[in-house]
């Protein structure tokens, strides 16, 4: 399953029960994205709302499981549309949260953006918030990512500043009791009446309260913003962050930068822009951390 599903696509018997739960659907608009399975926004006779589905036995329904997770356990008032429900029917998992799309847009991360403050105030909140439920850890999801990424590591152009990046790395460090998104950027966070929304906890898990920080900082560059500029902000989002383990953020974001160039090289082709983005801003990154070790 390599494509985008429609409402349409789905056993008329999952369609029935997810119309017990929200009326009869009026209108159903398929959301084009990077993963296959529905994501649509249904709107309904009683509640409007988004679903997403998936074949329950598919290999890429992992991502879902772990957006369901996160949907469980995110507190009320997080920066994150509310989970409504989920369900396993006929073989099909289904996940219904609430529609925040209409009228928003993603956010701007640029240098006179007024979303700049509010992103930073949200990503500073999610840092600061603990998870004491078990749930998929952040040392496994990066642990593939680099499994990915290190295959570039070969490559002589690439050496620096990986390879120094990563000296003296444990990445069982990563582990803690936050819950992290584990993908925070333009394409995940959406912005309404001056309300932020992080949306897709596809690649959510329990890790490092510094992580979601230390992955904006290149999102941050590619915007424009100077290294030294991104310390100042992060700062400004959580004062720990000037405690951060330097050497783990430093190694996190060669991970991070390798598999971005694994992906702009070998991914599929609606994820190799965004990985190139990432690609370029990373080393500036890694740069100006390993000068201030």
């Not at 009683?46 to 772990?66: L, M």
């Not at 700049?116 to 004491?132: E, F, I, K």
């Not at 898990?205 to 560059?221: H, K, T, V």
Request: hydrophobic residues 45%; charged residues 20%; negative net charge.
């Amino acid at each position: 399953m390599n494509d985008r599903l429609d409402w349409e696509h789905l056993p008329q018997s999952v369609r029935d029960v997810i119309e017990d739960k929200t009326g009869t659907v009026i209108k159903a608009e398929t959301v084009i994205g990077r993963r296959p399975g529905l994501a649509a926004h249904l709107y309904a006779a009683q509640d409007d709302v988004f679903i997403k589905a998936i074949p329950a036995d598919s290999p890429a329904a992992e991502p879902y499981r772990r957006e369901q997770w996160a949907g469980w356990h995110l507190p009320v008032e997080a920066p994150a549309p509310r989970s409504l429900w989920s369900l396993e029917i006929d073989g099909w998992l289904v996940l219904a949260s609430e529609l925040v799309n209409d009228h928003a847009r993603h956010v701007d991360l640029r240098h006179d953006s007024e979303d700049l403050s509010l992103v930073l105030d949200a990503v500073g909140w999610l840092a600061a918030q603990h998870c004491a439920i078990p749930g998929p850890s952040a040392v496994e999801h990066f642990s593939s990512l680099y499994a990915k990424g290190r295959l570039m590591l070969d490559q002589p152009h690439v050496r620096n500043p990986y390879l120094p990046a990563l000296e003296g790395f444990n990445i069982d460090r990563l582990g803690g009791s936050t819950l992290i998104h584990g993908d925070l950027g333009p394409r995940t966070l959406l912005t309404k009446d001056t309300v932020i929304y992080a949306i897709d906890w596809s690649t959510a898990s329990l890790g490092a309260w510094w992580i979601d920080l230390a992955l904006l900082a290149p999102q941050l560059i590619a915007e424009g913003h100077s290294p030294q500029q991104v310390d100042e902000l992060l700062s400004a989002a959580a004062p720990a962050w000037a405690n951060a383990p330097a050497r783990d953020v430093i190694g996190l974001t060669a991970i991070c930068g390798s598999h971005h160039l694994y992906q702009a090289e070998h991914g599929p082709d609606n994820r190799r822009d965004d990985a190139l983005r990432l690609a370029h801003a990373c080393p500036a990154w890694l740069t100006h951390r390993l000068a201030r070790l």
